[in-house]
């Protein structure tokens, strides 16, 4: 089974950043999903295994998808953080078909005002 593990929510005031990592066992797509507290699970970010990104309109300019490729590791910057990003953040792996269908425990990350 493919393990993902998430590491480097924290809290940060507004306007400063935070770096998560996802550690997998494999070269994969992988994304980025966060669920604020009484809100559905929102996609945030994907990186394909060829390099590919997308983000959703909220984060574009604000934060980065990278990999690295030779550690099976996605890293999510996330800079200029606003209170409304505030959420647990879910990193998702593309693994047995073209959906995201290997999920993370989930990192918290609370930014205040």
């Known amino acids: 089974q493919v393990q993902l593990v998430e590491s480097g929510g924290g809290l940060v005031q507004a306007g400063g950043s935070l770096r998560l990592s996802c550690a997998a066992s494999g070269l994969y797509d992988m994304g980025w999903f966060r669920q604020a507290p009484g809100k559905e699970r929102e996609f945030v970010s994907a990186?394909?295994?060829?390099?590919?990104?997308t983000y959703t309109d909220s984060v574009k300019g604000r934060f980065t998808i990278s990999r690295d490729s030779a550690k099976n590791t996605v890293y999510l910057q996330m800079n200029s953080l606003k209170p409304e990003d505030t959420a647990v953040y879910y990193c998702a792996a593309k693994i047995r078909s073209n959906e995201f269908d290997s999920w993370g425990q989930g990192t918290q990350v609370t930014v205040s005002s």
């Open positions: 990186i394909s295994w060829s390099g590919g990104k």
